[in-house]
């Protein structure tokens, strides 16, 4: 069954790694969590050493929240233009990673969900 997951990864200079990842695979989770670390050093970033990780699966029988899922892919889609296309077609498997500073409104929307 397919997964919808909210990842973020904090750093020192105040701007948050987020990842949206939609899989059937929980150990994609931890590998996303790896590659957002490394994303954020290989741009001079300080990773606070802590990852929330969220299933955004907040109904009863485990399925997604439409809503949640729904604000996250709103919210993708405003950062990455390409993501809109890509989720469209996406059927099993998505993933994208965007930088969002502490300060930007949709930051505050996105660190409530956790």
């Not at 989770?29 to 741009?43: I, P, T, W």
């Not at 029988?61 to 469209?88: F, M, S």
């Given at each position: 069954?397919?997964?919808?997951?909210?990842?973020?990864?904090?750093?020192?200079?105040?701007?948050?790694?987020?990842?949206?990842?939609?899989?059937?695979?929980?150990?994609?989770?931890y590998g996303l969590a790896d590659k957002m670390f490394s994303m954020a050093e290989?741009?001079?970033?300080?990773?606070?050493?802590?990852?929330?990780?969220?299933?955004?699966?907040?109904?009863?029988?485990?399925k997604p929240d439409p809503r949640t899922v729904k604000t996250v892919r709103e919210?993708?889609?405003?950062?990455?233009?390409?993501?809109?296309?890509?989720?469209?077609?996406?059927?099993?498997?998505?993933?994208?990673?965007?930088?969002?500073?502490?300060?930007?409104?949709?930051?505050?929307?996105?660190?409530?969900?956790?």
């Amino acid at each position: 069954m397919v997964k919808h997951y909210l990842i973020t990864v904090a750093t020192h200079e105040r701007m948050n790694v987020h990842g949206y990842l939609m899989s059937g695979d929980k150990q994609d989770v931890y590998g996303l969590a790896d590659k957002m670390f490394s994303m954020a050093e290989e741009r001079g970033l300080t990773p606070l050493g802590i990852v929330l990780s969220t299933e955004l699966a907040a109904r009863e029988g485990g399925k997604p929240d439409p809503r949640t899922v729904k604000t996250v892919r709103e919210i993708v889609c405003k950062v990455d233009k390409e993501a809109q296309k890509n989720l469209k077609a996406a059927k099993d498997f998505h993933l994208t990673v965007f930088l969002m500073s502490d300060n930007y409104p949709d930051n505050e929307v996105l660190m409530a969900l956790h």
